[in-house]
């Protein structure tokens, strides 16, 4: 769609979304069925409390992001020729030809 309007664009992905271990391929799987029944809270409270029985105690989110809260993950350069569902976060750099 970027090349279709003009531009030349790179892909980065960030933040692997791939299972690390057995505990999170449970989790995924678990997520999926969920998802494929339509289990899913459609409520923001009712998805908080989903979260709270399986992953725990949830930690508030800050009302500010400052450097050095956590580490610094390099984005990864990926191919735009097909989706790429390896990462929770895809950066576009779009540029004028």
Partial sequence: MLHENGFN?????????LPKGLKE????????IAVTLHLIPKTMRGKEFSKRIFFGKLIPLPPEIKDGMTEYTLPIPISSDFANFEYKVIYAV???E
């Fill in 9 to 17: 664009g790179e892909f980065y992905g960030a933040f692997s979304a």
């Fill in 94 to 96: 779009a540029r004028l």
């Fill in 25 to 32: 391929r449970i989790m995924a799987l678990i997520e999926r």
